[in-house]
């Protein structure tokens, strides 16, 4: 599963948050939660539904085959939440003979099967049912944001220009809302699911599409077959009015649903799924397991995507026009990417327990920069995998907490930054240290070992040990069963008369001291010469006897490390450290190095504006957007290096990160660069361009506004809204406040800013008081994600700009409550 919490951490780390601080204050320790005992285990699913859509119900019949698992039994327990059971039997060949339940939780399904049935012996449960989603009092999460199961999109056709559309989400467990199951990971089941629907509609499952017949008047029953066992939270199902898209991979079907409108630009979206299945085939030595593989786009997706087996579905953050295309940056497409690479980790072989759902979500992530490795080059791999390491760096919370974790409140705790994008990290860096062909042999070994079974972090290390040859508790035990990571600050002296470089490492952090093996670069004579070390104690220093004075020692060169580290070297080696180490994150390392030093440095300066230039989209949007163009003499450089580069600049983002950039400079003489590009095809770059000529020409961006309010894309949408935001008032209050609270959870984060930014214009109290809800709301659900600190600077903002106005005495508490109340989140 991809969440929707990562979108607003990457947005967050464009803020320019703070590192991570001191550990938190401990807390009472959560309850232990083990794997589930298994007493029964099931062996095929057989389901029969059909939907009630004024109701919002589902009436199913389902036949559960099940064996015991160690010990003979005469009962069996199932999750079924908030279902009228109608029936429930035991079935003996023709026959059905009732039994005995009790149901009175109305979460437990408690059946006494009337015999005892020996261990490994097959039998079968009859239940009739109706599942009734929209009346199960239930919540979702941060990451998963409901948890109902099963979910009917405008199924009264109410809204209109919305598609009717029935889909389900079972992960973590709410797959038991519309079918009675053992709703565990450690639990797997062939299945086979049989959908009664209006024949207008097309459906998605699971496996195989086995058969299609009429089922009376304007109805269809469609059945697919899975034969190879998958567990219950990865069952799926989803009914609308899609176009299909076929593709085809070593002679297994690929399909794309989508909307009609999107389905013109399926291959567009989706047409790297056949090389992403080749590669990972491939790169694992395991070839892809299932008999199909299908992706579908629904509407309302409670997060970001998920993995069911054989059949992904994706929220319609992805569903994008070809014009849209233009902006989309790997980010979005890594998602692809991600719940692909599920369909090993996760599918084939699950997580036993919530405890170890690194094992599946820790290796999407790690994917997401191996499949851009592959396909876009390093640089690309780099920059994504190190926005997501800083991501996870950003957040104090979770720095505090075990990767494979046994103490947990709640299951839904577990989808956070550490089982993403820290363990994505230690696997990128476990990779580094063991070498690709070892790494990937241990990888096969592990998918090949528990396949269409469970795995845990052990399980893992096991495979990886007995490829490798090495014992490898120590870095299972310092990344997977411990905390934090190392905060290391590096200086460094040359010996002239003994001709001897020496690198002194100091780990500054509490508690643990971390093991960490590194590869040092000494360049000399603009060669580098690498010794790798073993870092062992708080302190320590490395020495290389070397022909001269190196011009730059590059510590972690090949920067896969897990760390917070300040290097204490001279801006003249990040100098040469941009020109000549050849890695994505040296150079902007370097480029940060310039950054802090601009404004009194020329050399800093030069070397910032340098990576104007740099080869890689990503770092000339980093060089651009860490100008302090405030200062003169940077803005005297910089100013006409920016308008250079954009007249030769082809990558749309980049040319919306440089034309915000340019803005700042509010300079009249480039009206008519951003007026020109006004008329590009990318929709980010018209926005950009917008915004910025209500810098040089508020009066004229005003006009522009007013022409695109009618536009639906929400590049030009935020853009309208970010220039009523810094030149209207409250006449246009209106719009912002109505484009934001109609927009997706990722798409409010493009209002983000203009709502602050809107605050300091708004007098009228009623249009302040709203203003200031929704961006205490903000802050206080994403405090611990660094929210609360941009949010409260903004809010003091608003309360400095009402000084003097008529109504600062009724707007000025109420900013002040908003910044007490988000102080008082925990």
Known sequence: MKTTLTAFACFLSTLGLAQTPAPAPSAPESPYRASATKVNNLVHTKLDVGFDYAKRHLNGKAWLTLKPHAYATDSLRLDAKGMDIKTVALVNGDQQQPLKYDYADQQNLR????????????????????????????????????????????????????????????????????????????????????????????????????????????????????????????????????????????????????????????????????????????????????????????????????????????????????????????????????????????????????????????????????????????????????????NYLRSPKDAQKHLVRFHYDDKEDMFDLVSYQKGGAILDMLRTYLGDDVFFGGLQKYLQDNKFGNGEAHQLRLALEAVSGQDLNWFFNQWY??????????????????????????????????QLPMAIDYWVNGKPQRQRVMMTQASQTFTMPLASKPDLVDVDAEKTLVWQQTDNKPLAEFAYQYEHAPLYVARREALLAAEAKQTTDAAARKLLVAGLNDKFNNLRMVAAE??????????????????????????????????????????????????????????????????????????????????????????????????????????????????????????????????????????????????????????????QYGADEPIIGMLQAAIKAQEGKPNAAVNKPVAEKAIADIQAAK
Do not use: C
């Open 111 to 390: 059946i006494n099967l009337g015999k005892t049935i020996a261990p490994g012996t097959a039998y079968t449960v009859y239940i009739e049912y109706t599942a009734k989603p929209d009346e199960l009092k239930v919540k979702g999460s941060q990451a998963i944001t409901d948890a109902k199961g099963l979910y009917f999109i405008n199924p009264d056709s109410a809204v209109a220009g919305k598609p009717v559309q029935i889909w389900t989400q079972g992960e973590t467990e709410a797959s038991s809302v519309w079918f009675p199951t053992i709703d565990r990971p450690n639990q797997k089941t062939t299945s086979e699911i049989s959908m009664t629907v209006p024949s207008k509609y097309v459906t998605l499952s699971n496996g195989a599409l086995v058969s299609q017949k009429p089922a009376g008047a304007g109805l269809r029953t469609d059945t697919w077959k899975m034969d190879l066992p998958h567990a219950p939270y990865l069952f799926m199902m989803a009914v609308g009015d899609f176009r299909i898209t076929k593709d085809t991979w070593r002679g297994k079907d690929v399909t794309y649903y989508l909307e009609p409108k999107y389905a013109p630009f399926a291959k567009q979206i989706f047409g790297n799924t056949t090389d992403m299945l080749e590669f990972f085939s491939t790169r694992l030595g395991v070839e892809y397991p299932w008999n199909k593989y299908a992706q579908i786009v629904v509407r309302d997706y409670v997060s970001g995507a998920m993995e069911n087996t054989s059949a992904t579905l994706h929220g319609d953050f992805l569903q994008k026009t070809d014009r849209q295309l233009l902006d989309r940056e790997y980010q979005t497409e890594s998602v692809i990417a991600h719940e692909l690479f599920h369909q090993w980790f996760g599918d084939y072989v699950t997580a036993e327990s919530w405890s170890n759902l690194t094992v599946n979500e820790s290796f999407a992530d790690f994917s997401e920069g191996l499949y851009a490795e592959h396909k876009y080059g390093a640089d690309a791999a780099d920059s994504h995998n190190h926005r997501n390491l800083r």
């Open 481 to 514: 069963f411990s905390t934090g990571h190392p905060v290391v600050s590096i200086d460094y002296a040359w010996d002239a008369a003994k001709k001897v470089q020496s690198v002194t490492l100091k780990q500054n952090q509490p508690g643990q001291v971390f």
């Open 626 to 783: 860490r100008l302090k163009l405030d200062n003169k003499e940077v803005a005297k450089l910089a100013a006409p290096a920016l308008r250079k580069r954009l007249s030769v600049e082809k990558d749309p983002v980049a040319t919306a990160s440089l034309l915000t950039v340019l803005a700042k400079l509010g300079d009249k003489k480039d009206e008519k660069i951003f007026t020109q590009q006004l008329k590009a095809q990318s929709y980010a770059v018209q926005g950009a361009a917008l915004k910025g000529l209500g810098n040089v020409n508020a009066k004229a961006a005003l006009a522009k506004a007013k022409e695109l309010e009618a536009s639906d894309e929400a590049s030009i949408s935020q853009a309208v809204a970010g220039v009523y935001s810094q030149h209207g008032g409250d006449a246009q209050w209106n719009f912002v406040r109505t484009r934001f609270d109609a927009a997706s959870e990722q798409e409010r984060f493009g209002y983000f800013e203009g709502m602050g930014a809107m605050l300091t214009r708004l007098s009228e109290p009623k249009a302040f008081a709203e203003d200031v809800e929704r961006l205490r709301g903000l802050g206080v659900k994403y405090k």
